[in-house]
């Protein structure tokens, strides 16, 4: 198992432009969340999807979109990239279920993404 | 009130001492706290994880201590070791939130040799 696999690792964009991050998870889990994380603010929720075809608004979605098509793979659109979407972004995945009442949410290893 | 307040921000322990870090929400509805450890470079990793109806849960040198009636919940990490520098969050979610977490801010902890 691979478990959540992130691509880029690094990425510099230009004011104004746009990419997608991608995201995979291999552990079949339905549940599927981005994050980014800015130092000392912890990770702010941008978007998250209960299973394939259903996408929702997390904390902070303003400037990004997200599409679910298949349970795999979950990727993050940023249009028009702006110097405050400098940062690092996480997808992470979880199962439906509290094993033993824990739920446990498996992250990627991380892009980081810097806007100039 | 969907807040958790994580404290220290950072955290400075001699080897073999112990770590404690605190966390305190106002969400009464919260019912799942887990913490989770995060190296430089690596995304976060679940270390623990505690339900309201219990006061303390330990897995090895990891102990979440849980105070229901003061809303606040710690970890206490024994005989901290230089391994264990990293930085901590802690996390809270309720029942019909699609398991969302709501995260505090994280606590940088080194441990000196």
């Known amino acids: 198992n691979a478990g959540v696999t992130q691509t880029p690792k690094f990425r510099i964009l230009k004011i104004g432009q746009s990419m997608t991050l991608q995201c995979t998870q291999d552990?079949?889990?339905?549940?599927m969340y981005w994050y980014r994380q800015d130092p000392g603010m912890g990770l702010k929720l941008i978007y998250y999807?209960?299973?394939?075809?259903?996408?929702d608004k997390g904390e902070v979605p303003n400037g990004y979109n997200v599409s679910r098509s298949t349970t795999e793979d979950f990727p993050l659109r940023l249009e028009l990239a702006a110097p405050s979407q400098t940062s690092v972004y996480f997808c992470?995945?979880?199962?439906?279920?509290?094993?033993?009442?824990?739920?446990?949410?498996?992250f990627g290893p991380g892009t980081r993404l810097t806007v100039l | 009130q969907q807040q958790v307040k994580q404290s220290p921000q950072s955290l400075i322990v001699q080897k073999g001492g112990i770590s404690i870090i605190n966390c305190a929400y106002e969400?009464?509805?919260?019912?799942?706290f887990p913490w989770y450890q995060q190296f430089p470079g690596k995304g976060p990793a679940l270390l623990i994880a505690?339900?309201?109806d219990v006061s303390e849960k330990k897995e090895g040198r990891f102990t979440i201590s849980f105070n229901k009636s003061a809303k606040q919940f710690s970890l206490h990490i024994m005989d901290s070791q230089p391994g264990d520098s990293a930085t901590y969050f802690c996390?809270?979610?309720?029942?019909?939130?699609?398991?969302?977490?709501?995260w505090g801010a994280g606590t940088k902890l080194i441990i000196k040799p």
């Open positions: 992470a995945s979880s199962s439906t279920e509290r094993l033993a009442g824990v739920n446990e949410q498996f």
């Open positions: 552990m079949n889990h339905n549940y």
């Open positions: 999807s209960v299973g394939a075809g259903i996408t």
């Open positions: 969400n009464t509805a919260f019912d799942y």
């Open positions: 505690i339900r309201p």
């Open positions: 996390a809270a979610s309720r029942v019909g939130s699609n398991y969302q977490l709501i």
